[in-house]
């Protein structure tokens, strides 16, 4: 059996686990939020039109932040369109996804929705078809306390209390041509960077996020951050990425090492947003803001163009097994692998639409395969992120070249003394032999490991079998001697949790 080694020790360390890490995303597109999040007439409602089974699958899935309103839709998108009351709200054409909206969920109902959630809202700008002006007119009406026309607005739409939004995205994916207002780099950086000199004035403590590229492979990768940062460098905290990873061109190696590219992809970018600073002479770190990523079957997808005008359709629903489950956990273990640049990422989207969650209108809510990963990883990643440098077999893939089978990190939590080990073994075939030296945890004895695989790679979970897919507990894994021993099943994701004390 190929054995693959690591190291891990309190000493090596990468940086901080930010809990905005495990952040997800809801845009008003396909059913994530009509019959998503939000149903009024489900039996499981609130008061407030809320799925409380949705509401409870969010809290185990334990996200901690979520993106709004989007994605491509914010770009063409009034907000006010969304508060006030519900039955004067206008019927619009939303001209990203070719769909008819009602208006019936917006700005208050996502910040009341993210109150029962518990987690923290970040708020998109249309940067597209509008611009500065009414970016701080929702500023204003969003987080000013009264006094004012549209604090005082909000305020008579009930809703007493500021909501405090610190994290704001200065629009969405504006180099690309498929976006309402697509701008150049220097149109855009001009824009955003007027537009966050502004917020800041409103209030410096705020924290922006600049758009970057929407994928790795437009033309303008890298030279896009180079010159929007050259504009925004002073005003913003973040640059964003955006990556999908496609499953369907049937090489399943290189899928399952997509991780690989998104390693490259934030090097890329540390890299660009390094040599601005430095050109500028600024000793600010820009944090990068991974706040779209998933697995996509994009190319199943027939494009904008192919979708009639209707309310909530089904969009992009697609159905996960478990080697798309793999690889979601090792774009988890490549997120905390970079804690020390990446502070926010959101994975696309959180209901329906490409999602962990799945829910049938007036039926069931279940979890998609790739919720486990996510879930285990957001409950048990805590402390500060080790750095492990796995020495591993290697496979060769069509799109990477040589990828190690094992793709590993590691957490350590001071306050509890435990230690938790992320690993994915990419190998299609072979099991893993995983010896990893725990010297410098003297005493250390393993708590739990789970194991997220299936002699079925393609084994999906559906509303008649919700639970055919899961992590499952393994025996037979051991720390002794200051080593422990573990076997990872081909095409598997594992979490690892070891006591200290």
């Given at each position: 059996m190929p054995t693959a080694r690591l190291t891990v020790d309190p000493?090596?360390?990468?940086?901080?686990?930010?809990?905005?890490?495990?952040?997800?995303?809801?845009?008003?597109m396909g059913r994530s939020v009509y019959t998503g999040v939000f149903e009024p007439d489900h039996p499981a409602a609130d008061e407030d039109g809320f799925r409380t089974d949705v509401l409870d699958l969010v809290r185990e899935l334990g996200v901690t932040l979520v993106r709004y309103p989007g994605g491509n839709f914010v770009s063409n998108y009034r907000w006010e369109d969304g508060v006030g009351p519900a039955d004067r709200r206008p019927t619009r054409l939303d001209l990203a996804w070719r769909s008819v909206e009602s208006?019936?969920?917006g700005l208050n109902e996502f910040m009341a929705w993210a109150a029962k959630a518990g987690i923290e809202p970040m708020m998109a700008l249309n940067l597209g078809t509008r611009g500065t002006s009414e970016a701080?007119?929702?500023l204003e009406y969003t987080n000013h306390p009264g006094g004012t026309a549209l604090s005082d607005l909000r305020r008579s739409h009930g809703v007493a209390d500021p909501h405090g939004v610190r994290l704001w995205c200065l629009g969405n994916e504006l180099d690309g041509p498929w976006q309402m207002g697509h701008k150049t780099a220097a149109e855009y950086g001009r824009l955003a960077a007027e537009t966050a000199r502004a917020m800041k004035r409103f209030d410096p403590g705020l924290e922006l996020v600049a758009c970057g590229s929407s994928n790795a492979y437009i033309d303008t990768f890298a030279s896009w951050e180079a010159t929007v940062l050259e504009h925004t460098y002073p005003f913003v905290d973040y640059v964003s990425l955006h990556a999908y990873y496609d499953p369907t061109d049937r090489d399943t190696d290189s899928f399952l090492a997509s991780a690989a590219e998104m390693d490259r992809m934030i090097d890329a970018i540390v890299s660009t947003a390094d040599h601005v600073g430095a050109k500028l002479r600024d000793r600010k770190k820009i944090k990068l803001s991974f706040d779209e990523w998933n697995v996509w079957y994009q190319s199943r997808f027939g494009g904008e163009d192919s979708l009639d005008w209707r309310p909530a359709p089904r969009l992009i629903e697609d159905v996960y097994d478990v080697t798309d489950a793999v690889v979601v956990g090792s774009l988890l273990i490549t997120l905390l692998r970079h804690a020390d640049r990446v502070g926010?990422?959101?994975?696309?989207?959180l209901a329906n639409v490409i999602a962990p969650i799945m829910t049938e209108p007036g039926g069931p809510a279940w979890r998609q395969t790739i919720f486990h990963p996510f879930a285990q990883t957001a409950r048990h990643a805590r402390g500060t992120v080790l750095r492990v440098e796995p020495d591993s077999p290697v496979i060769e893939t069509e799109r990477y070249g040589e990828v190690p089978a094992l793709w590993a990190t590691a957490t350590h939590d001071e306050e509890s003394g435990e230690v938790v080990l992320f690993a994915v073994n990419r190998d299609r075939t072979s099991p893993l032999a995983l010896t990893a030296d725990l010297r410098p945890f003297p005493g250390a004895r393993v708590v739990e490991h789970l194991v997220l695989a299936d002699d079925d790679p393609g084994a999906v979970n559906t509303a008649e079998r919700p639970d055919r897919v899961r992590p499952r507990p393994v025996d037979g894994t051991e720390a002794c001697d200051g080593a422990l021993t573990a076997q990872l099943p081909p095409v598997s994701w594992s979490m690892i949790r070891l006591a200290t004390r």
């Open positions: 000493g090596f360390r990468i940086g901080a686990v930010d809990r905005r890490l495990f952040g997800s995303f809801v845009e008003h208006n019936a969920f701080l007119d929702l926010a990422a959101c994975q696309a989207q």
